[in-house]
């Protein structure tokens, strides 16, 4: 009877081997079976094919947005007109009847310049305030599914696009109404808006990684935005504010150069008649490509970057 055991156990022990894989890392066994991270970043080329195959939902997805954001209002849509317009009148009592901004300016070259401007201004704006919540207020959508994270902040950027289309034809009234009529100059609005957008998503990319990491940023980024917009010459002519306030050369450089500032200028150059090319810093159209490129490309390497850390913790 022994023996029959002893025989039954070197059998178990034959056809027990020991495996090939004992001994090794989880790492390694990973990459002996060529398994991957869930989630983990890929590289930039392979993230921006992702993007591409992806651009129907980040249509879709901006499209869905615009819609459902005034959808509990009875005006619905007719605000994202109303908003604008309202701070637009607001700004005119203020800053041209009772602080004397708007200079030299009379209403018929006033009014345009005012609407132009919160309108463009508020394009940038509104994108950076719905890229610092893309991500931490789109947790469960990150959580759930797999999709290149840069299609969010991506996507509310497109939105603002599409929502300030909207309402230029509303400025376009008011500019009519002025007596500021079609000229070959307004064709200048398509390469405008177009680097302005490349701007304002590489800014809303920028502000999607920080507000991920920092949620609290979206508390702080309307005093920041705030700033921005009095030191842009939103509601007044930058020149003469800045020659009133007897502002040094380099000031005055510095915030004629800011994106907002330019984006703004060549807009208003475009539209309102009476608007020369007087009124454009230097070398405006090299400073909108430049901030438009330097944004654009940054932010989304930026954001790239922390591909994997997004919806984590």
Not at 2 to 11: K, L, N, P
């Amino acid at each position: 009877m022994s023996t029959v055991s002893e025989i039954t156990h070197d059998s178990a022990v034959a056809v027990s081997p020991t495996s090939p894989d004992d001994g090794l890392s989880p790492a390694e066994l990973a990459r002996k079976h060529g398994l991957s991270v869930s989630g983990a970043r890929v590289g930039l080329g392979d993230y921006v094919r992702q993007m591409w195959g992806r651009r129907h939902f980040i249509l879709a997805f901006s499209q869905a947005k615009l819609t459902a954001q005034y959808s509990q209002a009875k005006l619905g849509q007719l605000w994202q007109v109303a908003t604008p317009l309202l701070n637009a009148a607001v700004y005119f009592f203020i800053f041209g009847l009772l602080l004397g901004g708007r200079g030299e300016m009379k209403n018929d070259m006033y009014i345009p310049f005012l609407v132009t401007g919160v309108f463009v201004f508020t394009f940038t704006q509104n994108s950076a305030m719905a890229g610092v919540r893309a991500i931490s207020g789109n947790l469960g959508l990150v959580r759930a599914l797999h999709f290149p994270r840069a299609s969010l902040p991506i996507s509310f950027s497109l939105q603002q696009l599409q929502q300030l289309l909207f309402s230029m034809i509303v400025l376009l009234v008011v500019l009519l109404g002025f007596g500021h009529f079609p000229a070959l100059a307004w064709v200048l609005i398509i390469p405008v808006l177009a680097l302005q957008f490349l701007f304002n998503t590489g800014l809303a990319l920028i502000m999607a990684r920080m507000g991920a990491k920092t949620p609290d940023l979206a508390q702080l980024l309307p005093f920041i935005l705030r700033t921005w917009m009095y030191a842009s010459g939103v509601m007044y002519p930058l020149e003469h504010m800045l020659a009133k306030a007897g502002a040094h050369s380099w000031v005055s450089d510095l915030l004629l150069a800011n994106p907002a500032a330019v984006y703004m200028d060549l807009m208003r150059y475009a539209l309102i008649n009476d608007y020369s090319s007087a009124n454009l810093p230097p070398h405006v159209w090299a400073l909108a490509l430049g901030w438009a490129v330097l944004v654009g490309v940054a932010g989304f390497v930026y954001f790239w970057k922390a591909e994997e850390q997004y919806g984590r913790g």
